[in-house]
């Protein structure tokens, strides 16, 4: 059952949507756009939906907007960890970088230990760095936690107004909230303009993920962790990305990869297998490679 908030959240979506929020395209920053002069030509990408492992795939070119291909692109489907990237931009647009946030038992108690205690005063832009890059879920909730009550609001609004009409958000992890109900859902559609929208107003913080480890300070200790993203890392043009995994979502993935100079593109792949999500984006980046060839 969704919730009042969201179904409210939900008319206010539609009524943009009517009058053309949903059709705005995402502009990535300038360095990505430097070669805006190339013209991006539309490529045919041919992939055997049976190849993929996902249930739902896309490639979505971020300068001219197009689907260049999809797989139930527009199912709705659990996000697992992808939701963390709400979650950063939400807290992100409403506290700077160098809030100090106290961290508390309660923040302790999403799955998983990344080495946070409570009391520990940490960074938010270190809370971030290690939800985006370790995909912990006790410092992202942390993270969240420092709007207070209202970042489920800030989170869903902020969907809104990116028109992203299939997705809403009950939690800050994206983490199962029980056996039938996942933390977060949308469609690959919408998690490819989320993703883009988020690189656009937080490049730094995106392109962490090439670093194959994190380090953060909390208190007097160095906490440190493995990327989630690892295995894009020797793929070229890989620009940064986010992975997730719950028992109802499967193996999530949403990356951008410089497909040809001033062509950033954006892969996701939704309820896949753990290890089958990474060779989904590795088989679409590699099929778009060769489409952008035989057009040149």
């Excluded at 879920?137 to 709007?147: G, V």
Aim: hydrophobic fraction near 45%.
């Amino acid at each position: 059952m969704i919730p009042p908030f969201i179904t409210g959240l939900f008319s206010v979506l539609l009524i943009a949507v009517a009058f053309g929020v949903g059709a705005t395209l995402v502009n990535l920053p300038a360095h990505s756009q430097s070669a805006a002069a190339v013209e991006s030509r539309t490529i045919e990408v041919v992939i055997d939906p049976a190849t993929l492992r996902a249930k739902s795939a896309l490639l979505y070119d971020v300068t001219s907007g197009e689907v260049l291909y999809q797989k139930n692109g527009q199912a709705q489907l659990p996000l697992a960890s992808l939701t963390k990237l709400m979650s950063a931009q939400a807290v992100l647009a409403a506290r700077p970088p160098g809030t100090v946030v106290r961290i508390t038992a309660r923040d302790l108690a999403p799955e998983g230990d990344w080495g946070l205690r409570a009391g520990d005063s940490v960074l938010l832009a270190d809370l971030l760095k290690f939800g985006l890059v370790a995909s912990s879920n006790d410092a992202m909730a942390a993270a969240a936690a420092s709007l207070g009550g209202e970042y489920l609001t800030a989170m869903n609004r902020t969907a809104v107004s990116l028109g992203l009409i299939k997705t809403y958000f009950l939690n800050s992890t994206g983490l199962d909230v029980n056996d039938d109900t996942a933390g977060a859902y949308g469609s690959a559609f919408d998690v490819a303009r989320m993703t883009a929208a988020f690189y656009k107003s937080y490049p730094t913080f995106f392109e962490l993920s090439t670093h194959p480890t994190v380090s953060i300070t909390a208190g007097e200790r160095t906490l440190s962790a493995k990327a989630t993203t690892v295995p894009l890392l020797d793929i070229p043009g890989f620009v940064g990305g986010k992975t997730g995994y719950t028992d109802l979502a499967g193996g999530n993935l949403s990356a951008i990869f410089d497909l040809d100079i001033g062509r950033p593109v954006v892969i996701v792949v939704l309820q896949s297998t753990e290890a089958g999500r990474f060779e989904d984006v590795r088989t679409i980046i590699e099929s778009a490679r060769t489409a952008q060839q035989q057009t040149q």
